[in-house]
């Protein structure tokens, strides 16, 4: 059975950072493309970054410079430093697993999220 539990989600104010973490077990994580999304109250999910499996990374462009994806294969574990935080971050932050192709990692499979809220 395939699980992804994120956590680290917090209430920070504007200006500050916090690292997210999503640890994934029941696959064969070393193969999975990694990829963070997030969704803020009343809007739709949107993708925030993805890792491939040999490192290559991709950002959104509203969080590009202020956000940093990595994976520890040797943990399977998926992490997002997010920093200089601003309100518009406020949203549930979920990490997902799936493959590489041409447009992009797929998303096959979800964690629960993590709630990460940002005051100005």
């Known amino acids: 059975q395939v699980q992804l539990v994120e956590s680290g989600g917090d209430s920070v104010q504007a200006g500050g950072s916090l690292r997210l973490s999503c640890v994934a077990s029941?696959?064969?994580?070393?193969?999975?493309?990694m990829s963070w999304y997030r969704q803020a109250a009343g809007k739709q999910r949107e993708w925030v970054s993805s890792i491939r499996t040999v490192g290559k990374t991709g950002y959104a462009d509203s969080v590009k410079g202020r956000f940093t994806i990595s994976r520890d294969n040797a943990k399977n574990t998926l992490y997002l430093q997010m920093d200089s935080l601003k309100p518009e971050d406020t949203a549930m932050y979920s990490c997902?697993?799936?493959?590489?192709?041409?447009?992009?990692?797929?998303?096959?499979?979800w964690g629960q999220g993590t709630q990460v809220t940002v005051s100005s």
């Open positions: 029941g696959l064969p994580y070393t193969l999975y493309c």
């Open positions: 997902a697993a799936g493959t590489w192709s041409f447009r992009g990692c797929t998303t096959d499979y």
